[in-house]
Structure formats: C-alpha cells, structure tokens
T-cell receptor, first 112, second 115 residues
C-alpha cells in the first residue's frame, strides 16, 4: 500500500513569507502528526490531528498552524517565516490508537 | 511529562561486531516505547516497539530491545552489524492509554559502522 506522502520535498522561502506543507496519510489512517527536526533541537512534536480535530499541540508559537481535511489529508502552515524555521518537517500517520506511526520522507524547508 | 535520554550521540563500531544503543526514559505514567531509524535525507522507519507483554522485543533487520521497567531503560541491540546499519537511531515514548499518538524523542544516536 502507498506510504505517507509529503509535498513538496524541498522548499526555499524568504524570511517573512508564509508556507504551506501537505501530508497525505496512509489510506484508512485517521491520525496525522507533525514534527520539526533540526540539528539543534532534534525532533519536536508540533501537533496532532484526528478526524479533523486537533487533539494535541506542542510548544510552538502561533505562527505554526495546521488542519486536517475530511479525507484525513493534513496541511501545516507557517506564517512570517524566520531563519530558525529552517528544518525538516516530518508527517506521521497512524490508525489512531497508540501504535506504530508511519513517517513520510519529510519536507526540507530552507528560509533565507 | 515524559522525556527520553540517549546518552551516546555517536557509536562507532566495526562491521560484524555487536552493538548496544542506550535509551533511558522518565515518565510519571506508563509509556509505550519505540526505536526508529533514519537514513540520510529520509523519514523515520520503525525498528521495533514495546506496547505490553514480553519485555524482549524483536524488530526488523535483526535488532532487538529489552524493556526494563525498574531501570526505565529500553536499550537496542544487534549481535552483528553491517555497513548498511549506518544511520541515526531514535528512541521514543508515547503515553500509555492517552488519547494521543504524540511521540517524545531522544536526541538520537549515530551508529557508524566501519569496515
């Protein structure tokens, strides 16, 4: 079966702009989580959506937001980009119970 | 709150030698435990998980881990490594029984297998 698909794979944006990243989970999976990976902070949880509802949120500023659609696809948005937002953004999907999370290949965002 | 500590940032090892990657966690509640592997420019792939039951868990690619509740550890082992095992390994926990799949990750251990 198809895995988790994240688009785009690479993105270069200018400071102050906004960006939208997309994640298509595995078919049937209702839970989608987002993580930010940087060399300095490691892997940090951004937020989790289940059946279109945000059910958990990490410690990130309000510039980071997300949503989930009825087909379980999810998007995350970062507004007013800062240099420090440069990172690999990973999406993970799961069936919804504490179980194996399947990760996409990530979107590499570079802010210049 | 939960936290995960991976004390070794890098572990060099020769091919065909055994290896152990250490993971300790802290939590006031019961947790599920996971090991993930990340190859360069890739996402994370699950190696193995402990949800309940036997404390010795076997995963893919010949890896295994043992859950030790008294020592709050979940060390990853492989009896004989290959060059292809060179990657970054992450230990993670999630809250047992919680209505969330949120994972708390350790800082990762780079396994560098040398010929």
């Amino acid at each position: 079966k198809a895995g988790v698909t994240q688009t785009p794979r690479y993105l270069i944006k200018t400071r102050g702009q906004q960006v939208t990243l997309s994640c298509s989970p595995i078919s049937g999976h209702r839970s989608v989580s987002w993580y930010q990976q940087t060399p300095g902070q490691g892997l940090q949880f951004l937020f989790e959506y289940f059946s279109e509802t945000q059910r958990n949120k990490g410690n990130f500023p309000g510039r980071f937001s997300g949503r989930q659609f009825s087909n379980s696809r999810s998007e995350m948005n970062v507004s007013t980009l800062e240099l420090g937002d440069s990172a690999l953004y990973l999406c993970a999907s799961s069936l919804g119970t504490p179980d194996e999370a399947f990760f996409g290949q990530g979107t590499r965002l570079t802010v210049v | 709150a939960q936290s995960v500590t991976q004390l070794d940032s890098q572990v060099p090892v020769f091919e065909e030698a055994p290896v152990e990657l250490r993971c300790n966690y802290s939590s006031s509640v019961s947790v599920y435990l996971f090991w993930y592997v990340q190859y360069p420019n890739q996402g994370l792939q699950l190696l193995l998980k402990y949800l309940s039951g036997s404390t010795l868990v076997k995963g893919i690619n010949g890896f295994e881990a043992e859950f030790n509740k008294s020592q709050t550890s979940f060390h990853l082992r492989k009896p004989s490594v290959h060059i292809s095992d060179t990657a970054e390994y992450f230990c993670a926990v999630s809250r047992y029984g919680g209505a969330t799949n949120k994972l708390i990750f350790g800082t990762g251990t780079l396994l560098a297998v040398q010929p």
